[in-house]
Protein backbone atom coordinates (compact mmCIF):
# COMPACT_ATOMS: atom_id res chain seq x y z
CA UNK A 1 0.00 0.00 0.00
CA UNK A 2 0.93 3.69 -0.40
CA UNK A 3 2.03 5.79 2.20
CA UNK A 4 3.15 9.57 2.67
CA UNK A 5 5.33 11.02 5.05
CA UNK A 6 6.38 14.53 5.91
CA UNK A 7 8.33 15.82 8.67
CA UNK A 8 9.34 17.83 10.66
CA UNK A 9 6.06 17.82 12.44
CA UNK A 10 6.16 20.92 14.30
CA UNK A 11 8.54 23.93 13.88
CA UNK A 12 9.27 26.93 15.47
CA UNK A 13 11.26 29.33 13.43
CA UNK A 14 13.02 32.74 13.49
CA UNK A 15 12.06 35.58 11.36
CA UNK A 16 14.41 35.63 8.49
CA UNK A 17 15.42 31.69 8.96
CA UNK A 18 15.84 29.58 6.52
CA UNK A 19 13.31 26.43 5.84
CA UNK A 20 13.45 22.84 4.82
CA UNK A 21 10.35 20.72 4.91
CA UNK A 22 10.47 17.07 3.54
CA UNK A 23 7.96 14.65 2.28
CA UNK A 24 8.37 11.26 0.73
CA UNK A 25 6.09 8.91 -0.88
CA UNK A 26 6.25 5.06 -0.31
CA UNK A 27 4.69 2.26 -2.65
CA UNK A 28 3.79 3.97 -6.25
CA UNK A 29 5.91 5.55 -9.03
CA UNK A 30 5.72 8.97 -10.28
CA UNK A 31 3.11 10.14 -8.43
CA UNK A 32 1.94 13.76 -9.00
CA UNK A 33 2.82 15.90 -5.98
CA UNK A 34 1.56 18.81 -4.02
CA UNK A 35 2.40 21.52 -1.33
CA UNK A 36 -0.27 23.00 0.29
CA UNK A 37 -1.24 25.67 3.22
CA UNK A 38 -3.73 25.94 5.77
CA UNK A 39 -3.15 29.34 7.23
CA UNK A 40 -4.97 29.23 10.64
CA UNK A 41 -8.86 29.34 9.99
CA UNK A 42 -8.94 28.80 6.68
CA UNK A 43 -8.86 26.51 3.71
CA UNK A 44 -6.53 25.22 1.79
CA UNK A 45 -4.06 26.87 -0.85
CA UNK A 46 -2.15 25.16 -3.34
CA UNK A 47 1.42 26.43 -3.38
CA UNK A 48 3.22 24.11 -5.63
CA UNK A 49 2.75 20.73 -7.38
CA UNK A 50 4.88 18.50 -9.73
CA UNK A 51 4.14 15.56 -12.43
CA UNK A 52 7.72 14.72 -12.61
CA UNK A 53 11.30 15.05 -11.17
CA UNK A 54 12.59 18.69 -11.57
CA UNK A 55 8.79 19.49 -12.86
CA UNK A 56 7.80 21.97 -10.61
CA UNK A 57 4.86 24.71 -10.73
CA UNK A 58 4.25 27.37 -8.87
CA UNK A 59 0.41 28.28 -8.09
CA UNK A 60 0.83 31.44 -5.85
CA UNK A 61 4.24 34.12 -6.16
CA UNK A 62 5.87 34.05 -2.39
CA UNK A 63 8.50 33.48 -0.56
CA UNK A 64 8.89 30.22 -0.51
CA UNK A 65 10.26 27.20 -3.24
CA UNK A 66 9.47 23.85 -4.28
CA UNK A 67 12.37 20.87 -5.50
CA UNK A 68 11.64 17.62 -6.90
CA UNK A 69 15.05 15.82 -6.57
CA UNK A 70 13.89 12.37 -6.91
CA UNK A 71 10.78 10.59 -8.13
CA UNK A 72 8.98 10.20 -4.65
CA UNK A 73 10.55 13.36 -2.65
CA UNK A 74 9.01 16.72 -2.33
CA UNK A 75 10.99 19.43 -0.89
CA UNK A 76 9.22 22.70 0.65
CA UNK A 77 11.91 25.48 1.03
CA UNK A 78 12.61 28.74 2.06
CA UNK A 79 15.62 31.21 1.78
CA UNK A 80 14.32 33.60 4.17
CA UNK A 81 11.03 32.97 6.75
CA UNK A 82 8.44 35.86 6.86
CA UNK A 83 5.88 36.21 9.67
CA UNK A 84 3.22 35.43 7.10
CA UNK A 85 4.88 32.06 6.45
CA UNK A 86 2.96 30.79 9.28
CA UNK A 87 0.61 27.94 8.47
CA UNK A 88 0.02 24.70 8.34
CA UNK A 89 1.53 22.93 5.68
CA UNK A 90 0.50 19.92 3.71
CA UNK A 91 1.77 17.67 1.56
CA UNK A 92 -0.23 15.18 -1.11
CA UNK A 93 0.40 12.73 -3.54
CA UNK A 94 -1.92 11.33 -6.35
CA UNK A 95 -1.51 8.66 -9.22
CA UNK A 96 -0.45 10.59 -12.82
CA UNK A 97 -3.84 9.38 -13.90
CA UNK A 98 -5.87 12.35 -14.09
CA UNK A 99 -9.16 12.78 -11.50
CA UNK A 100 -7.38 10.50 -8.81
CA UNK A 101 -7.90 10.80 -5.56
CA UNK A 102 -5.67 13.22 -3.85
CA UNK A 103 -4.32 12.07 -0.39
CA UNK A 104 -2.22 13.97 2.58
CA UNK A 105 0.56 13.56 4.36
CA UNK A 106 0.16 14.25 8.81
CA UNK A 107 1.20 18.27 8.01
CA UNK A 108 3.79 20.40 9.47
CA UNK A 109 3.11 23.11 11.75
CA UNK A 110 5.43 25.79 10.73
CA UNK A 111 5.23 28.94 13.40
CA UNK A 112 7.47 31.90 12.65
CA UNK A 113 8.45 34.37 15.42
CA UNK B 1 -11.47 30.24 -12.74
CA UNK B 2 -13.25 27.42 -10.99
CA UNK B 3 -14.52 28.39 -7.02
CA UNK B 4 -15.87 26.21 -4.40
CA UNK B 5 -18.18 27.56 -2.16
CA UNK B 6 -19.04 26.50 1.59
CA UNK B 7 -21.73 28.88 2.76
CA UNK B 8 -22.29 27.17 5.99
CA UNK B 9 -19.11 28.48 8.38
CA UNK B 10 -20.59 26.36 11.27
CA UNK B 11 -22.88 23.38 12.16
CA UNK B 12 -23.73 21.72 15.17
CA UNK B 13 -25.96 17.90 15.36
CA UNK B 14 -26.66 16.13 18.09
CA UNK B 15 -26.06 12.26 18.11
CA UNK B 16 -27.83 9.79 15.53
CA UNK B 17 -29.13 12.64 14.00
CA UNK B 18 -28.61 13.52 10.15
CA UNK B 19 -27.03 16.90 9.08
CA UNK B 20 -26.59 17.66 5.63
CA UNK B 21 -23.64 20.10 4.28
CA UNK B 22 -23.67 22.49 1.58
CA UNK B 23 -21.26 23.20 -1.54
CA UNK B 24 -21.72 24.85 -4.82
CA UNK B 25 -18.86 25.38 -7.72
CA UNK B 26 -18.10 27.05 -10.44
CA UNK B 27 -16.65 25.60 -13.49
CA UNK B 28 -17.44 25.18 -17.66
CA UNK B 29 -15.71 22.29 -17.41
CA UNK B 30 -17.95 18.83 -18.18
CA UNK B 31 -15.55 16.42 -16.94
CA UNK B 32 -14.00 16.59 -13.24
CA UNK B 33 -14.06 15.01 -9.81
CA UNK B 34 -16.17 16.39 -6.64
CA UNK B 35 -14.52 15.37 -3.14
CA UNK B 36 -15.51 15.91 0.36
CA UNK B 37 -12.45 15.91 2.98
CA UNK B 38 -12.75 15.44 6.66
CA UNK B 39 -10.16 17.25 8.96
CA UNK B 40 -10.46 16.07 12.37
CA UNK B 41 -8.65 18.02 15.34
CA UNK B 42 -5.50 16.02 14.24
CA UNK B 43 -5.12 18.32 11.44
CA UNK B 44 -4.80 15.41 8.87
CA UNK B 45 -6.97 15.38 5.69
CA UNK B 46 -8.94 12.42 5.33
CA UNK B 47 -10.76 11.60 2.31
CA UNK B 48 -14.42 11.06 2.87
CA UNK B 49 -15.99 10.77 -0.40
CA UNK B 50 -15.49 10.89 -4.05
CA UNK B 51 -17.76 11.70 -7.10
CA UNK B 52 -17.51 11.72 -10.66
CA UNK B 53 -18.98 14.43 -12.64
CA UNK B 54 -19.82 12.06 -15.40
CA UNK B 55 -22.03 9.50 -13.28
CA UNK B 56 -25.47 10.25 -12.23
CA UNK B 57 -25.53 7.91 -9.28
CA UNK B 58 -25.05 9.99 -6.06
CA UNK B 59 -21.66 8.14 -4.24
CA UNK B 60 -22.18 6.51 -0.98
CA UNK B 61 -20.10 5.30 2.11
CA UNK B 62 -21.67 4.05 4.84
CA UNK B 63 -23.56 6.79 6.68
CA UNK B 64 -21.95 9.33 4.44
CA UNK B 65 -23.91 10.26 1.09
CA UNK B 66 -23.66 13.01 -1.69
CA UNK B 67 -26.65 14.73 -3.24
CA UNK B 68 -25.10 15.61 -6.68
CA UNK B 69 -26.61 17.68 -8.83
CA UNK B 70 -25.07 18.69 -12.17
CA UNK B 71 -26.85 21.07 -13.81
CA UNK B 72 -27.19 23.15 -10.30
CA UNK B 73 -23.60 22.99 -9.64
CA UNK B 74 -24.31 21.60 -6.74
CA UNK B 75 -22.72 18.54 -4.08
CA UNK B 76 -23.95 18.46 -0.80
CA UNK B 77 -22.31 16.04 1.80
CA UNK B 78 -25.70 13.87 4.10
CA UNK B 79 -24.32 12.24 7.34
CA UNK B 80 -26.59 10.10 8.96
CA UNK B 81 -26.58 8.25 12.53
CA UNK B 82 -23.57 11.22 13.41
CA UNK B 83 -21.28 10.31 15.67
CA UNK B 84 -19.02 12.18 17.83
CA UNK B 85 -16.04 11.09 16.16
CA UNK B 86 -17.75 13.00 13.09
CA UNK B 87 -16.78 16.14 14.72
CA UNK B 88 -14.21 17.99 12.16
CA UNK B 89 -14.29 20.28 9.46
CA UNK B 90 -15.58 19.33 6.25
CA UNK B 91 -13.93 20.55 3.27
CA UNK B 92 -15.56 20.42 0.04
CA UNK B 93 -13.52 20.40 -3.02
CA UNK B 94 -13.25 20.31 -6.77
CA UNK B 95 -10.85 18.46 -9.30
CA UNK B 96 -10.45 19.12 -13.03
CA UNK B 97 -8.36 16.38 -15.08
CA UNK B 98 -5.30 16.52 -14.85
CA UNK B 99 -5.51 19.01 -12.26
CA UNK B 100 -4.38 20.17 -8.48
CA UNK B 101 -7.66 19.92 -6.11
CA UNK B 102 -9.73 23.43 -5.75
CA UNK B 103 -10.83 23.59 -1.71
CA UNK B 104 -14.14 25.28 -0.30
CA UNK B 105 -13.22 27.13 2.83
CA UNK B 106 -14.76 24.66 5.30
CA UNK B 107 -17.44 23.89 7.56
CA UNK B 108 -16.80 23.19 10.69
CA UNK B 109 -19.13 20.42 12.34
CA UNK B 110 -20.06 19.73 16.01
CA UNK B 111 -21.55 16.40 17.29
CA UNK B 112 -22.84 16.61 20.71
CA UNK B 113 -24.22 13.95 23.06
Known amino acids: SQTIHQWPATLVQPVGSPLSLECTVEGTSNPNLYWYRQAAGRGLQLLFY??????ISSEVPQNLSASRPQDRQFILSSKKLLLSDSGFYLCAWSRPDSGNTIYFGEGSWLTVV | AQTVTQSQPEMSVQEAETVTLSCTYD???????LFWYKQPPSRQMILVIR??????QNATENRFSVNFQKAAKSFSLKISDSQLGDTAMYFC??????????FGKGTTLSVSS
Open chain 2, 93 to 102: AFRQAGTALI
Open chain 1, 50 to 55: SVGIGQ
Open chain 2, 51 to 56: QEAYKQ
Open chain 2, 27 to 33: TSENNYY
